[in-house]
């Protein structure tokens, strides 16, 4: 016998739950009809859902068994829900997804035949087309990559989702990252493993709407940058240096100028770039040290990464 549990994060997911568990459903029963020795348990998080998808969860629980759910005291955001996921997941494999469809189920049987036949570690779905994306959403997204993969040690798949099928080994090497300042793309290629990627074109939300804007995903994407790499850091490092050798080229300019001229009034407006630069450089560098010092000091805390108003396990 194996148990494959089917992790779901679900915020305000009411309209498109029923959706997804016929589709669910219609997958994995074909699933154990071909693999009798196969059965499923289904776990959903209620990221602290403003809508009826708790109430929803309960009727599905109450029906089946197999349907089971972590409801969250407050909504904690999909990385917290991943974490609960996972580590209330029993199954000898883990299937993480959406619930809006968009990581379709018919994939399913495909990553099953990629970990369990040809014995990758996991699979997981990569778009290939960001059709239906706005293209400048596309734009700061493939950016995302490229500097993410320029700067830090851990290289991200581009277009690589959270759509995965995992084997047990690596769940558990997720789960041992208990780090409060999550981001599952970088912990997903951080743990290492073989990884089948699947190409997928993108597909849109069956209902419901989504609760990405552009402030979030770049809020994501500074987390991703921190959250890996410390390259941002020496950043400051990288300008102190430039804008010392600027200082000494100029030294030297403006005295050859006066031993030969005799001048020494210098200009207002070159003055005035050169405080603004410094000032920028300065500003900047700081900034990027707050970034890792908030970092660092929510890490120090050791808050829960969520928690559990109530469950059916
Ligand atoms: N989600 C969550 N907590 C949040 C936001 C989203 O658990 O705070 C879930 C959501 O219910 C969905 C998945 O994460 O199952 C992906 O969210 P969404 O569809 O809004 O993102 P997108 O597909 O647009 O990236
Ligand atoms: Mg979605």
Not at 64 to 90: H, M, P, T, W
Not at 109 to 128: G, I, L, N, Q, S
Request: neutral net charge; glycine residues 8%.
């Amino acid at each position: 016998m194996s148990l494959i549990s089917i992790v779901v994060p679900c915020y305000n997911e009411e309209a498109v739950l029923p959706f997804f568990r016929d589709e669910i459903l219609k997958i994995t029963d074909g699933m154990i009809e071909k693999s009798p020795e196969l059965s499923f348990e289904f776990l959903f998080i209620n990221d602290g859902s403003a809508d009826k998808t708790l109430s929803v969860l309960r009727e599905y629980g109450e029906a089946d068994e197999r349907f089971k759910y972590v409801s969250f005291s407050r909504n904690f955001g999909k990385e917290s829900a991943i974490y609960a996921g996972l580590s209330n997941a029993k199954g000898d494999y883990v299937v993480l997804m959406d619930a809006d469809l968009q990581h379709p189920p018919e994939i399913i049987p495909e990553m099953y035949k990629a970990v369990v036949e040809d014995d990758f570690d996991c699979a997981a779905t990569r778009r290939v087309s960001r059709s239906g994306d706005s293209k400048v959403l596309s734009f700061f997204s493939n950016s995302f990559y490229k500097i993410n993969n320029a700067i830090s040690p851990t290289s991200v798949m581009s277009g690589a989702q959270d759509f995965r099928f995992m084997k047990r080994r690596m769940v558990d090497a997720i789960l041992s990252m208990s780090e409060y300042s999550r981001f599952s793309k970088g912990i997903f290629a951080w743990v290492g493993f073989d990884t089948r990627y699947i190409e997928v074109k993108n597909t849109p939300r069956k209902a419901g709407k989504t609760s990405w804007n552009f402030g979030k995903l770049l809020s994501y994407s500074i987390d991703g940058f921190t959250g890996f790499s410390t390259a941002p850091l020496r950043l400051a490092s990288f300008l102190g240096i430039l804008s010392c050798i600027a200082a000494v080229v100029a030294t030297v300019i403006i005295l050859i100028r006066f031993i030969i001229t005799g001048e020494t009034s210098g200009g207002y407006y070159t003055l005035l770039c050169t405080i603004l630069l410094l000032g920028g450089f300065q500003l900047l560098s700081i900034g990027i040290l707050g970034e890792y010092l908030s970092k660092t000091y929510l890490e120090t805390k050791h808050r829960p990464i969520y928690i559990v108003k109530e469950q059916k396990l």
